[in-house]
């Protein structure tokens, strides 16, 4: 069988409303928008978690991270575990990995790939050794592009961002881009499977002046913020994750400017995939290649009056592009509206390329582009049992609180509790049996989740039926 390749693409931290595939006022991502006119757009994708390492690995294995034991950030890929990569070098693939790893560490995972080149957020890592291929830019140069980054300048304590003049080709999502079309010219005629791990729009926030100038501030449209929605009915960890980076009292125009850059990286991103959509074209792969889309999770950017990320459930965080694309054997141009996970990509990936899908995977087919049933419910997760982290020990940290706040409470604050988030077109429920407060969200009066109604007896059936669907989940999944 002449099975077809496979480039999976993914973004770090890049939230479905940060593309105008999702929100018409946000940034416009033709390149996207050209992959989801040849395939199929997924309106309703979720993260399995929304942190790097846990949405990476379940996604990879097609296994929550609770099943998995990838609850915390520092646990990559267990030894043993059975992922795509596996799959696809026993079938012959040649595997590879350009950009971001943060999936894999064990010897024998990393022995599976032909190709190796990594970087991530703040250039190389401290091993930039490569495999299979040399960089196609100086090393040095790159690392000299990445020298702000490394340390960046600082607008207030919760907001950072900066406009560089480098060479595009020597920005992480210039340099993944041309190494990408690089692979595809010299291993084009072998079967490949290949995972294009974009940095970007993952902070720090930094942007080369050509996409900055795209985004002025004076045309960024904010997203709506509520006075006192962080009041007595958000959970305690919602209400100190915002003492930490709520920018209400931060300057507009700053707030205005950082969202700016954020499009412009989203936006240098999307050329990058054009340029890689152009180089299958070129050199007749593109009907014999799946084209797949996504981000592991997403960034408050605005939303909520914060940025970043932090363990909450707000679609933000959780919601993430989706596009698949195979011209001539999935549907042109087509939009689905029913929830699905993105530890649904690699059973939909081995079915596409003839390939078992393994008993014990628990993502399944993508509606539309296999035969499996549209479905109308989608699950997260976050955090491995710890205790909470309250605002008394908010309070033994050093003010101003700030970006920095979060990084010294990271550890602590992502091992807290073991959230659960159920997630319907119309509502979203989060539960934590070790938390003060439960959430439930109108999503059709409420779009961008801003009032809490679980206290509100309106909403009992409902609350009822959602801790059902919860409950199943955990079981089929052999939750706690």
């Known amino acids: 069988m002449n099975r077809p390749n496979v480039i999976f693409i993914m973004a770090d931290q890049m939230k479905a409303k940060a593309s105008q595939l999702y929100w018409d006022r946000a940034c416009p991502t033709p390149s996207l928008s050209r992959l989801a006119s040849e395939g199929v757009l997924f309106r309703n994708a979720f993260t399995p978690h929304p942190l790097c390492v846990p949405a990476r690995t379940a996604v990879m294995a097609s296994k929550f991270p609770h099943t998995l034991g990838t609850s915390l950030n520092n646990t990559l890929m267990p030894a043993g575990a059975n992922h795509i990569f596996r799959i696809w070098n026993q079938a012959g693939y040649r595997g590879g990995i350009i950009g971001k790893n943060n999936c894999f560490d064990q010897k024998d995972d990393l022995d599976l790939l032909d190709v190796y080149c990594e970087i991530g957020s703040r250039g190389f890592p401290a091993d930039s050794s490569t495999k299979g291929m040399q960089w196609v830019r100086p090393m040095e140069c790159v690392e000299a592009a990445h020298a702000v980054r490394r340390n960046m300048p600082w607008q207030t304590p919760r907001i950072s961002y900066a406009v560089t003049d480098y060479p595009l080709e020597d920005y992480g999502t210039g340099l993944v881009a041309a190494q990408t079309v690089r692979f595809l010219e010299q291993h084009g005629n072998e079967p490949f499977a290949l995972s294009v791990s974009f940095p970007d729009p993952h902070e720090p926030y930094e942007a080369p ?66 340029q890689i959509l152009d180089a299958l074209e070129r050199l007749r792969l593109r009907d014999n290649t799946i084209v797949v889309f996504t981000a592991d999770h ?113 550890l602590w604050r992502e091992a807290e509790g073991h959230r659960k988030m159920v997630r319907t077109q119309d509502f979203k429920y989060v539960h934590d049996p070790n938390g003060d407060s439960d959430e439930l969200y109108d999503l059709v009066n409420d779009p961008w989740e801003l009032t809490n109604v679980v206290g509100n007896p309106k909403y009992g059936r409902v609350i009822g039926d959602m801790k059902q669907r919860l409950a199943n989940w955990s079981i089929a999944t052999m939750g706690d």
């Open 298 to 410: 997403g960034d408050f950017m605005g939303e909520h009056g914060m940025a970043v990320k932090g363990g909450v459930f707000y679609d933000c965080l959780v919601n993430v592009p989706l596009v698949l694309s195979w011209p001539g054997h999935v549907t042109s141009g087509a939009v689905d509206e029913s929830m699905v996970n993105t530890i649904d990509i690699v059973p939909t990936l081995l079915a596409l390329q003839g390939l078992d899908v393994p008993r014990d995977m628990q993502g399944e087919g993508l509606p539309v582009v296999t035969s499996t049933a549209p479905r109308d419910t989608a699950f997260s997760e976050y955090g491995a049992g710890g205790p909470p982290f309250r605002a008394s020990d908010l309070e033994k940290l050093p003010e101003p609180y700030g970006y920095q706040t979060v990084i010294q409470s990271l």
């Open 209 to 274: 002046r050509h996409y900055a100038e795209m985004f002025p501030p004076e045309h960024i449209e904010l997203p709506p913020w509520r006075a006192n929605e962080f009041d007595d009915r958000a959970p305690e960890r919602n209400r100190v994750l915002h003492q930490m980076l709520g920018m209400e009292t931060d300057p507009e125009d700053e707030v205005r400017k950082m969202v700016g850059i954020y499009y412009a990286m989203v936006r240098f991103l999307d050329d990058g995939i054009g």
